[in-house]
């Protein structure tokens, strides 16, 4: 059942890449990629296996036309975390302004939490979303993500410019 809550969102900016700590390392145990074309139903796997503890619902709620529309569009970035040859993690960017940059959605499996992945591959994704030299990468996440998500993106370099109650719908 559907219903409508109050949550509290966080939007959060980076104007310039952040710099990197010099002990941040490439690891070996995974890798990640762009991908260069996905389907809808292996979109749709992806992003249940990261977000279905956290009640992420708005792209499963999407027909499979305007998935596969929206993933076919150029300025869809899609970046998939693997391990051991299993996907682990994704993320999607929004680059339809070229100078705008938004990270619509970034996660890991929950069994892959906890491990320093998820730091690792926000790093990954901003390196390579850095380099289409956008003036902004922006995002938003809420009290619903991770308790981790908003440390991790401040720990990044994001800056707080707005905090706000958003009506969200959530299934139970």
Not at 52 to 63: F, K, P, S, T, Y
Request: charged share 25%.
């Amino acid at each position: 059942m559907a219903r409508t809550i109050p949550v509290r969102t966080y939007f959060l900016e980076q104007h310039a890449p952040p710099s990197f700590p010099s002990h941040f390392e490439v690891r070996q145990d995974v890798q990640a990629f762009r991908a260069s074309h996905i389907t809808p139903d292996y979109y749709k796997a992806l992003y249940q296996s990261v977000g279905e503890d956290i009640g992420w619902v708005d792209r499963l709620r999407m027909d499979a036309q305007e998935l596969e529309t929206l993933l076919a569009d150029e300025h869809t970035l899609v970046f998939i975390l693997y391990q051991q040859g299993k996907p682990i993690g994704f993320a999607e960017l929004n680059a339809q302004k070229p100078t705008d940059i938004k990270i619509e959605y970034f996660g890991i499996e929950p069994n892959a939490r906890g491990q320093g992945l998820g730091k690792y591959f926000l790093h990954w994704v901003l390196e390579a979303a850095w380099r289409f030299a956008p003036k902004r990468i922006w995002l938003h996440t809420c009290e619903l993500d991770h308790p981790a998500a908003l440390t991790n993106y401040l720990k990044a370099g994001f800056q707080l410019y707005d905090e706000k109650i958003v009506q969200q719908v959530v299934t139970d």
